[in-house]
């Protein structure tokens, strides 16, 4: 018997968006990762191919720069903080964010289309239209959330809260920047600590997860650089960077428990969920199958 399809638009306490959240892994498994590997993966390799190389060409120039910046100033951590870092950092952020503008794109269909797996096409029209845009508003997002760490701790936490499902608003309600920051801040006004708990499990779940894939990939890497007799630091760099896509693919989970809970709050708000079911329950009739009687 086939599985019933998630409901986006509905109430979920704590557990349900866990149970939630792998069970729409789960079912919508292969599209999902399809469209994560075909538009987020050019930038995780693009960013796993760089800090390979910056790893691996770097990291003796790194300790000679910090050790030399401890006797002669700190102007040789020019050679530590290069052109190619900056490019490994930029790669990872772009990563980061077309993970979530990929799950924000599918939902989004997702759920116009009544649970019905979206297209490879249509994810890719939501997430052409959106990456850029929300590449750049994720900076400005992310330089809020750092002045409110450097301010104080807990206004980095509370904006870091409040702005966890920006890429839903963006995406899904198609609005400016403004009004999307407005509505994070209305959505979880009086939902902050329920929503607190979900994405830091999440979060929590998705960094082990990943680690364990990490460290099994750090431990294949030295051993294979260890037991070499060849200069192969650069080979082992490079593609240890690449397969971190398999670590990155983790984010999943935090990305979907994010959405989950972003349809939970604005069904609580506005309740187009509850909505919709009348609408349907409506237009449906009862006799519809059966003859007429003459």
């Keep these: 018997m086939a599985q019933q399809k998630i409901e986006l638009r509905k109430l979920r306490d704590f557990g349900e968006n866990?149970?939630?959240t792998f069970q729409f892994i789960r079912q919508e498994f292969k599209p999902l990762l399809t469209a994560f590997l075909i538009m987020s993966g050019v930038f995780i390799v693009a960013g796993g191919i760089v800090g390979g190389i910056y790893q691996s060409g770097s990291m003796s120039g790194?300790?000679?720069?910090?050790?030399?910046?401890?006797?002669?100033?700190?102007?040789?951590?020019?050679?530590?903080?290069?052109?190619?870092?900056?490019?490994?950092?930029?790669l990872s952020l772009f990563g980061i964010v077309s993970i979530r503008?990929?799950?924000?794109?599918?939902?989004?269909?997702?759920?116009?289309?009544?649970?019905?797996?979206?297209?490879?096409?249509?994810?890719?029209?939501?997430?052409?239209?959106?990456?850029?845009?929300?590449?750049?508003?994720?900076?400005?997002?992310?330089?809020?959330?750092?002045l409110g760490m450097v301010l104080c701790i807990a206004p980095g936490i509370y904006l870091a809260v409040v702005f966890a499902p920006i890429e839903m608003v963006l995406v899904?309600?198609?609005?400016?920047?403004?009004?999307?920051?407005?509505?994070?801040?209305?959505?979880?006004?009086?939902?902050?600590?329920?929503?607190?708990a979900i994405y830091l499990v999440a979060y929590i779940i998705y960094s082990f997860s990943s680690?364990?894939?990490?460290?099994?990939?750090?431990?294949?890497?030295?051993?294979?650089?260890?037991?070499?007799?060849?200069?192969?630091?650069?080979?082992?760099g490079i593609v240890t960077g690449i397969l971190n896509i398999f670590?990155?693919?983790?984010?999943?989970?935090?990305?979907?428990?994010?959405?989950?809970?972003?349809?939970?709050?604005?069904?609580?708000?506005?309740?187009?969920g509850l909505m919709r079911k009348l609408e349907n329950l409506g237009n449906t009739n009862p006799n519809s199958q059966i003859e007429e009687q003459y």
């Design 101 to 146: 503008v990929v799950v924000a794109s599918y939902m989004k269909v997702y759920d116009a289309k009544a649970g019905e797996s979206p297209t490879l096409d249509e994810i890719w029209t939501q997430f052409k239209h959106y990456i850029v845009p929300l590449f750049f508003y994720s900076i400005i997002i992310g330089i809020m959330i750092v």
């Design 172 to 196: 899904v309600e198609d609005v400016s920047l403004g009004q999307a920051i407005s509505r994070c801040f209305n959505i979880v006004k009086e939902n902050f600590w329920i929503s607190f």
């Design 62 to 90: 790194i300790m000679r720069a910090l050790r030399s910046a401890s006797y002669y100033g700190s102007s040789s951590l020019g050679n530590v903080f290069n052109g190619t870092y900056f490019l490994m950092i930029l």
């Design 18 to 20: 866990i149970s939630d």
């Design 211 to 236: 680690g364990i894939i990490g460290a099994i990939i750090g431990v294949i890497a030295g051993l294979a650089s260890y037991f070499s007799t060849k200069d192969v630091a650069s080979t082992v």
């Design 247 to 272: 670590t990155y693919t983790f984010y999943i989970i935090f990305a979907v428990s994010v959405g989950l809970h972003y349809f939970n709050l604005v069904e609580k708000l506005d309740g187009d």
